[in-house]
């Protein structure tokens, strides 16, 4: 604590007119000297400038102040990681006596301490450091700690939170030792062509006590398939996978735990590819003639990527017809074959003006509903 003792000014007026008023009081005191032969004249411009001069003083309201100073300790922040990554090991339990050591260290050197939290889901590091900024206005910040063990989501937003030139140490919770195999996708594609290989990059990484062997990796599809192959530790490498079918399949890629190791989490990823066909297969079942069959055909046809099967039922199996089988220009709706095996080959099925009249069986319906649940498409237009 520091007292000092100043004497300052408050003027009642603007220091210009007190300029004007000491300028009349210089004039005054000049007439004394002129007039000092006669004495009443000049006793009488003197009393005038003594008035002037206490006016003068009184406008300027000399005043005595008395500051007294007391330096504020300066803050030391530590943001503290509390993420689920936190929790594997003895990384919290380094973090917590960390705290303590460094508090106490702290407060020896008159520091006030503040600690925050951050996590990786709702407050990240550089709003958790912002926040505590804010609520401490009032003191200057001597440093920020941070304490993690090294997955900081949003750095940069933690470098902006930080004031110029005030310094940033990093203490890492956690075994320098501790042995941890993870998988990193390097690229994928979202989206393939169904029956064309889709190349997917990715490498193994290994921390701690590492032998140098390929690794084991795992691949397997929606489809049932696996692949086995070996692959070095660091090195990026490219694998291939083939769609069978349209619509979302994921792709499980795996890698065998590390002899030791804590988390197995990051050992395996799970990719979806949306797969489409380059051409559009279409089956179009009209149940009977009508003009709106032709603005279908246009709108299909108009596309060259799609593949268009149109028929129409022109004659019902229970039909009574004058002339003889070999006369009619008919071809027999291929019920069992395009709803059976060739099905899934299609991409849409449009059923236009159709009623249930005898031509689709049960188990047709059957293979339609397995067709949707498949991932098959399906539109009805009546009326």
């Known amino acids: 604590m520091m007292t000092q003792t100043t004497m300052t000014f408050a003027p009642a007026l603007a220091w210009p007119l007190l300029a004007l008023l000491a300028l009349w009081g210089a004039v005054e005191l000049g007439r004394v000297v002129v007039m000092r032969a006669h004495l009443r004249s000049a006793m009488a411009a003197g009393l005038r ?55 106490a260290a702290a407060q020896r050197e008159g520091l006030v301490v503040e600690t ?97 062997r390929e690794i084991p990796l795992v691949i397997d599809t929606q489809d049932g398939g696996r692949q086995e192959r070996l692959v070095p530790p660091g090195e990026p490498v490219t694998i291939s996978v083939t769609p069978r079918r349209r619509g979302t399949s994921w792709v499980s890629l795996s890698v065998a735990a590390a002899p030791a190791e804590d988390v197995t989490a990051n050992n395996r990823h799970i990719l979806q590819i949306e797969a489409v066909r380059d051409r559009l297969r279409v089956l179009l079942v009209s149940g009977e003639p009508h003009p709106g069959e032709r603005a279908w055909r246009e709108i299909l046809k108009s596309d060259p990527a799609v593949d268009l099967v149109h028929f129409t039922i022109l004659r019902l199996v229970e039909s009574q017809d004058p002339a003889r089988p070999e006369e009619l220009s008919l071809i027999p709706f291929p019920t069992d074959r395009l709803f059976g095996k060739e099905l899934a080959g299609f991409d849409l099925v449009i059923f236009d003006r159709y009623r249930l009249r005898g031509v689709l069986q049960p188990g047709h319906l059957d293979a339609i509903r397995d067709y949707v649940l498949a991932g098959g498409s399906l539109f009805v237009a009546s009326g």
């Open 49 to 103: 400038f003594l008035a002037v001069l206490a006016i003068l003083v009184a406008l300027a309201r000399p005043q005595r102040l008395e500051e007294t100073e007391r330096a504020l300790p300066d803050r030391l922040i530590l943001l503290v990681d509390r993420s689920a990554s936190m929790r594997i090991g003895k990384r919290q339990t380094m973090a917590d006596e960390a705290v303590r050591s460094l508090a």
């Open 116 to 212: 925050a939290s951050f996590d990786d889901r709702e407050q990240p590091a550089g709003e958790a450091l912002r926040q505590a900024r804010l609520a401490g206005e009032d003191r200057a910040l001597a440093a920020v700690i941070v304490i993690t063990d090294g997955l900081i989501q949003d750095p940069d937003r933690l470098r902006q939170a930080l004031p110029g030139g005030r310094p940033l140490h990093l203490l890492l919770a956690g075994d320098p030792q501790m042995r941890d195999r993870r998988l990193v996708i390097e690229s994928a594609p979202p989206y393939a062509v169904v029956g064309r290989p889709v190349a997917i990059r990715l490498r193994v990484e290994e921390s701690g006590q590492t032998d140098g």
